[in-house]
């Protein structure tokens, strides 16, 4: 079903593709662990299209409430397994929870699955590494992925959009 506007709402490994964008156009990826989903999409009829005025905007849209302590944990230890495999058995561990807890938490706290949050933590490895002027397939492997293929799978179940297509866009971390 095709979906036009100037302000559309899409979660994460929601199948989709971005066909065509305004040339002025913007995409915002928001960190879960950081942003208010309720809130956000209340706003979002109201939000500015203008990406100065957004970037302004988004410190209003963060959590109000910190993350569960043990989230917030399994985080610290998801970083500091990553590039590399990331044992769900050894987060929940180190969270003080059973591995179906820890699923269950991230599902309820950040709206997104354990295996969708490392996706995610992944993805934005190799696009900091790639911002940073590193070649597409040196920041798939900086990232943990197999190669820029694996890469490539992941951005477009994630985003909608291929390795191939970031050479066009114009890039930016907040």
């Given at each position: 079903?095709?979906?036009?506007?100037?302000?559309?709402?899409?979660?994460?490994?929601?199948?989709?593709?971005?066909?065509?964008?305004?040339?002025?156009?913007?995409?915002?990826?928001?960190?879960?662990?950081?942003?208010?989903?309720?809130?956000?999409?209340?706003?979002?009829?109201?939000?500015?299209?203008?990406?100065?005025?957004?970037?302004?905007?988004?410190?209003?849209?963060?959590?109000?409430?910190?993350?569960?302590?043990?989230?917030?944990?399994?985080?610290?230890?998801?970083?500091?397994?990553?590039?590399?495999?990331?044992?769900?058995?050894?987060?929940?561990?180190?969270?003080?929870?059973?591995?179906?807890?820890?699923?269950r938490?991230?599902?309820?706290?950040?709206?997104?699955?354990?295996?969708?949050?490392?996706?995610?933590q992944?993805?934005?490895?190799?696009?900091?590494?790639h911002?940073?002027?590193?070649?597409?397939?040196?920041?798939?492997?900086?990232?943990?992925?197999?190669?820029?293929?694996?890469?490539?799978?992941?951005?477009?179940?994630?985003?909608?959009?291929g390795?191939?297509?970031?050479?066009?866009?114009?890039?930016?971390?907040?």
């Amino acid at each position: 079903m095709a979906q036009h506007g100037q302000r559309l709402w899409l979660p994460s490994f929601v199948p989709h593709a971005i066909l065509s964008a305004p040339q002025d156009g913007c995409t915002l990826f928001l960190e879960p662990a950081h942003a208010d989903l309720e809130q956000i999409q209340q706003q979002l009829p109201t939000l500015p299209t203008d990406v100065t005025a957004l970037q302004q905007r988004l410190p209003q849209l963060s959590r109000a409430q910190p993350l569960d302590r043990r989230v917030q944990v399994a985080l610290e230890r998801i970083a500091q397994h990553l590039p590399g495999p990331v044992p769900a058995a050894d987060i929940a561990g180190a969270a003080h929870l059973s591995t179906s807890q820890l699923h269950r938490r991230f599902q309820s706290d950040l709206a997104v699955t354990l295996r969708g949050w490392v996706l995610w933590q992944r993805l934005r490895i190799a696009l900091a590494h790639h911002l940073r002027g590193h070649s597409l397939t040196d920041s798939a492997h900086a990232a943990g992925f197999a190669d820029l293929a694996h890469l490539s799978r992941s951005l477009r179940r994630m985003f909608g959009i291929g390795a191939a297509q970031l050479q066009g866009l114009q890039l930016r971390a907040a």
